[in-house]
T-cell receptor
Framework: ETGVTQSPTHLIKTRGQQVTLRCSSQ?????VSWYQQALGQGPQFIFQ???????GRGNFPPRFSGLQFPNYSSELNVNALELDDSALYLC????????????FGPGTRLTVL | RKEVEQDPGPFNVPEGATVAFNCTYS??????FFWYRQDCRKEPKLLMS???SGNEDGRFTAQLNRASQYISLLIRDSKLSDSATYLC??????????FGKGTRLHILP
């Protein structure tokens, strides 16, 4: 096990709703990244947080936002859900930015109806 | 051209054979490179980093060719347990992390 946990494991929402996904990183890991993985695709980088500040962002609209807390937990918030937001959402933690290994959580599978 | 491209496969390979697959990347400023493995319905896990000089970890060998902008993964003496999706990962100078779509590998008994 990687020591990274995510909740919930599964979630069903309807179009237009808002959702908050949670991640608990390994203790001491200052960097957390969030990814969206659609079926049959590789993970797509959403954004990265380092010491509670956003440190990089992929090609996702502003309705995808995040927070990182001092206790090594973090959140991914998605507003105004769309059908295409249905995917596996993965968080990954590492000690520092650019660290060779990221440790992934098991993911949250989000279905938008 | 996509930022990171991989042949999606599937590669169907008999047990004991050697298999190799490549990954190409478009950003010449890319800094670091990795291969991750993802089992069905599981999270990705680091298989190995890829260094300019090439590196080996048991039956796995990774190579980087900066001039041609590709990385490769070679698996020797393949085992049934090697069946998985192999994801190529490229980190750019601005810490943008790009995954390829993955190459599916099936090892046949």
């Amino acid at each position: 096990e990687t020591g990274v946990t995510q909740s919930p494991t599964h979630l069903i929402k309807t179009r237009g709703q808002q959702v908050t996904l949670r991640c608990s990183s390994q203790s001491g890991h200052n960097t957390v990244s969030w990814y969206q993985q659609a079926l049959g695709q590789g993970p797509q980088f959403i954004f990265q947080y380092y010491r509670e500040e956003e440190n990089g962002r992929g090609n996702f609209p502003p309705r995808f936002s995040g927070l990182q807390f001092p206790n090594y937990s973090s959140e991914l918030n998605v507003n105004a859900l769309e059908l295409d937001d249905s995917a596996l959402y993965l968080c990954a933690s590492s000690l520092e930015v650019g660290e060779r290994e990221q440790f992934f959580g098991p993911g949250t599978r989000l279905t938008v109806l | 051209r996509k930022e990171v491209e991989q042949d999606p496969g599937p590669f169907n390979v008999p047990e004991g054979a050697t298999v190799a697959f490549n990954c190409t990347y478009s950003n010449s400023a890319s800094q670091s490179f990795f291969w991750y493995r993802q089992d069905c319905r599981k999270e990705p896990k680091l298989l190995m980093s890829v260094y300019s000089s090439g590196n080996e970890d048991g039956r796995f060998t990774a190579q980087l060719n900066r001039a041609s902008q590709y990385i490769s993964l070679l698996i020797r003496d393949s085992k049934l347990s090697d069946s998985a999706t192999y994801l190529c990962v490229v980190n750019s100078r601005d810490d943008k992390i790009i995954f390829g779509k993955g190459t599916r590998l099936h090892i046949l008994p």
